[in-house]
């Protein structure tokens, strides 16, 4: 099986972590030995391995030099890179919904919609499953997220409604 230097193992075509994230807060099953999988610096007695160890928040202290390992470093940049495309996505996500608000406001539909909120947790289920996401959190997320966009929608709803009580 190939592998890029990322930890990250090719089948077919995608890209799939060796390590696998069971979800929000749920456990991390390795799928291959965690010392094989996080490679170096984190098994033998190498300077490079006890200079950074020890320090719970991950930065070890060098001569009042504070060093962070490097592979922490590096992931934890991809970590920056991902929640801040999570964020612009949520951006895009309720501009889009703010727009559902205003058109469900002037037409008179309700904020909510149970039965597309029952079929989108279901779909999303099913894809957490498939990407080894726990579906239990990718429930609560897409729940959590919904609850503010109705909230949103029934504040809209109220507005229009004071300036066009006909609807
Ligand atoms: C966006 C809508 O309004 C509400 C918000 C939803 C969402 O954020 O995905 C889904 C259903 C509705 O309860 C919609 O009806 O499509």
């Given at each position: 099986m190939p592998s890029d230097a990322d930890g990250m193992t090719l089948r077919g075509d995608r890209a799939v972590p060796?390590?696998?994230?069971?979800?929000?807060?749920g456990p991390v099953r390795p799928s291959r030995p965690l010392d094989a999988t996080l490679g170096h610096g984190?098994?033998?007695?190498?300077?490079?391995?006890s200079r950074y160890?020890?320090?719970?928040?991950?930065?070890?202290?060098?001569?009042?030099?504070?060093?962070?390992h490097p592979e922490l470093a590096e992931l934890r940049n991809s970590i920056d890179n991902m929640d801040a495309a999570?964020?612009?996505?949520?951006?895009?996500?309720?501009?889009i919904t703010q727009r559902v608000g205003v058109l469900k406001a002037t037409q008179g539909?309700?904020?909510?919609?149970?039965?597309?909120e029952?079929?989108?947790?279901?779909?999303?289920r099913?894809?957490?499953?498939?990407?080894?996401?726990?579906p239990e959190f990718?429930?609560?997320?897409?729940?959590?997220i919904v609850a503010e966009v109705v909230r949103h929608h029934a504040d809209i709803a109220e507005a229009h409604q004071r300036i066009d009580p006909s609807v």
């Open positions: 060796d390590v696998a994230l069971t979800g929000g807060s984190f098994e033998g007695s190498g300077t490079e391995t160890r020890g320090d719970s928040a991950g930065a070890s202290n060098v001569g009042g030099m504070s060093e962070v999570l964020i612009h996505l949520l951006a895009e996500r309720f501009k539909l309700p904020p909510a919609d149970p039965e597309r029952k079929e989108q947790v279901a779909r999303l099913r894809l957490a499953e498939a990407s080894h996401l726990d990718a429930e609560k997320f897409i729940s959590f």
